[in-house]
């Protein structure tokens, strides 16, 4: 699972906010129309994303594959057909066209994620999001970026335990009851010790934010997301 790696990439030395507004730009560009040659500009600039934060495609695969599996559904399903013609690559190509803006708006999200930290991240939702529902949403990404990593290792290690007891042998549907039941369990009682713990560190809905400033370099990737954003508003690639 992608989490934050510390490092001295290209990605990492950016601004929050600068890397947020591109990823907005990114995501609003890939979904206004998913066209061959829009698609292939914005493959591009998705890899100098991933080659900016150093970031291999394959641990992103790795890391999205199970959304990678139900994404690909939608084509096989639309290229099976249960009357003839059995198989029509034609029909395939549309849902195909619509999962590949899905999967480079996820690798793009995945280069912000391995290289800001969480700080900074809630520092910029509290910033722009004013009073109380930007405190809320800015302590609730972080507690998700924290929690959610925590929360699979417990379900791999339950996972593991079964395994190694001869649970292979057991049926699918009790193996599966087995693993949430217990990965629940373990969900609550990782909660209760968060919530003490926020209490005992004094936890404050306004911390002082880590220092974040526009650089040079930050200007760039900014102008590149507002261009973005209005891409849908130009017919430049058809």
């Known amino acids: ?64 594959r199970f959304a990678l599996v139900i994404l690909l559904l939608s084509p096989l399903s639309a290229l099976l057909a249960l009357t003839p013609p059995y198989l029509d690559p034609a029909r395939a190509v549309g849902p195909l066209l ?29 910033r722009y999001v004013p009073g109380r529902t930007g405190q809320a949403l800015g302590v609730g990404v972080a507690l998700t970026f924290r929690f959610l990593p925590v929360l699979r290792r417990d379900l791999l290690s339950v996972r593991e335990a079964i395994q190694a007891r001869g649970g292979g042998r057991r049926s699918v549907v009790d193996r ?31 911390p002082t934010p880590p220092e974040m400033a526009f650089r040079r370099r930050d200007y760039p990737v900014a102008a590149l997301g507002v261009a973005l954003s209005c891409w849908p508003l130009v017919a430049v690639v058809p």
């Open 1 to 64: 699972m992608l989490t934050y790696a510390p490092g001295e990439t290209v990605a990492h030395r950016l601004d929050a906010r600068s890397k947020l507004a591109c990823q907005f730009g990114f995501a609003v560009a890939a979904f206004a129309g998913p066209t061959p040659r829009r698609l292939a500009v914005l493959t591009g600039l998705a890899a100098l994303a991933l080659l900016a934060g150093r970031l291999s495609p394959l641990s992103v695969a790795r890391s999205y």
């Open 98 to 126: 619509a999962i590949t803006r899905v999967v480079l708006v996820l690798t793009v999200a995945a280069v912000y994620v391995r290289t800001t930290p969480v700080r900074e991240s809630r520092a910029v939702i509290q």
């Open 176 to 206: 599966a009851r087995r693993i949430a039941v217990v990965g629940l369990a373990r969900a609550l009682s990782r909660s209760d010790r968060l919530s003490l713990a926020l209490r005992a560190r004094c936890f404050a809905w306004n």
